[in-house]
């Protein structure tokens, strides 16, 4: 399956994605914006200030980029391919920031996932864990509980079949990790 690990910055999707893919020997491990995508910190802290359109068209690209990365290049019929961030987090962030931007697979030739797990946790934690690795200029807009609330709210939305949300509070992050992952197997009975 083609999964979409997602959730407000420093809820842990990374440490889940990757736990995720240790317990899966044979799973595809990426994100976007990837590793080809090398500037996004000149981009989130120059382009976004000049031009929120800008910014959100560097981040469809990498969407783009992925996604047809996936399709040419991965078998994801067989296993699981597991991305960090994806098209509805380019798509919430920038709704929120005021663009009207559309959520379509379709439109834009994307993959579409089999499965999305967004990740959340209480305020404090998420806080917490930030602080400790230094808060971008990004995570500073979620400082903001409208806007936290509204980003949200939108992710509710727009997050609408094949969804499991993972509370990732819990410290024993494994055995959590491992019951995640047999829910995971579940549902690909039903894919």
Do not use: W
Not at 66 to 93: A, E, H, M, P
Not at 96 to 118: H, M, Q, R, W
């Amino acid at each position: 399956m083609f999964i979409v690990i997602t959730g407000l910055d420093g809820s842990g999707t990374s440490t889940v994605a990757e736990k995720l893919h240790a317990l899966d020997l044979t799973s595809f491990l990426t994100r976007t914006p990837s590793k080809e995508y090398q500037e996004r910190e000149k981009i989130d802290n120059i382009v976004r200030q000049t031009s929120q359109m800008a910014h959100y068209l560097y981040y469809l690209s990498s969407v783009v980029f992925i996604s047809d990365y996936i399709k040419k290049n991965l078998d994801y019929k067989n296993r699981n391919v597991y991305c960090v961030r994806y098209f509805i987090d380019t798509t919430v962030s920038h709704q929120v920031a005021g663009l009207n931007v559309e959520f379509d697979y379709e439109k834009f030739n994307i993959l579409e996932p089999d499965l999305t797990i967004f990740v959340g946790l209480p305020e404090k934690i998420r806080q917490d864990r930030i602080n400790k690795r230094g808060k971008s200029i990004l995570d500073k807009v979620l400082d903001d509980k409208q806007k936290r609330d509204s980003f949200l709210e939108k992710f509710q939305s727009l997050l609408s079949k094949n969804v499991i949300y993972f509370d990732n509070s819990n410290p024993d992050i494994d055995t959590n990790i491992k019951k995640l992952y047999e829910k995971i197997k579940e549902e690909q009975l039903y894919v």
